[in-house]
């Protein structure tokens, strides 16, 4: 079974809207990580979350993990044809254990 | 500053064949982690290395094997491939301990015929 589910799988916006991504587990998370990766290429870091009600920012996208470390959101405001590619969540199952665990992945594209 | 890098970018294989991508990790970082990644989904952890020991396995059979070289450097071996090992190969690199400043590379594509 999936341990990190996102949603949805994929997502078409117009440019200029907003959007969000889910990423929901169904244990307690000790790092949460989102990246994001460009068909066929590796991961690119986006940022890292560990600390239950912890939100981060990078340009126009925003993270945040929920207080009981189960679930994180990733939030793009105002997306731009740049944004468009596949985010992924990622997580650590123990504390520093360097074994991540991944979500399948949400597709976004961004019309122009 | 050279980020992580692999080699090969692609390889076409056929079943029953053997394989050896290589990763070298970013300056600084001792410790690679190899994952799969299949298309449509997300990477899937194979093992990890640090003192050129295997520390942390995943759920994959022995046909996959690994090596850590002095320099950090490693290489990922898969043995009498399968159509199902066709994936995108991702290489990490980290420091120990600081896992959550895991670096990947571009991958390798393999394609088993």
């Known amino acids: 079974s999936q341990e990190l589910e996102q949603s949805p799988q994929s997502l078409i916006v117009q440019e200029g809207k907003n959007l969000t991504i889910n990423c929901t587990s169904s244990?307690?998370?000790?790092?949460l990580y989102w990246y994001k990766q460009k068909y066929g290429e590796g991961l690119i870091f986006l940022m890292m979350?560990?600390?239950?009600?912890e939100e981060k920012s990078h340009e126009k996208i925003t993270a945040k993990l929920d207080e009981k470390k189960q679930q994180s959101s990733l939030h793009i405001t105002a997306s731009q044809p740049s944004h468009a590619g596949i985010y992924l969540c990622g997580a650590d199952k123990v504390t520093n254990a360097g074994k991540s665990t991944f979500g399948d992945g949400t597709t976004l594209t961004v019309k122009p | 500053d050279a980020g992580v890098t692999q080699s090969p970018t692609h390889l076409i294989k056929t079943r029953g064949q053997q394989v050896t991508l290589r990763c070298s990790p970013k300056s600084g970082h001792d410790t690679v982690s190899w994952y799969q990644q299949a298309l449509g989904q997300g990477p899937q952890f194979i093992f990890q290395?640090?003192?050129?020991?295997?520390?942390q396995r995943g759920n994959f059979p022995d046909r996959f094997s690994g090596h850590q070289f002095p320099n950090y450097s490693s290489e990922l071996n898969v043995n009498a491939l399968l159509l199902g090992d066709s994936a995108l190969y991702l290489c990490a690199s980290s420091r120990r301990g600081a896992y959550n400043e895991q670096f990947f590379g571009p991958g390798t594509r393999l394609t088993v015929l």
């Open positions: 290395y640090y003192e050129e020991e295997e520390r």
């Open positions: 244990k307690t998370l000790y790092g």
């Open positions: 979350l560990q600390k239950g009600g």
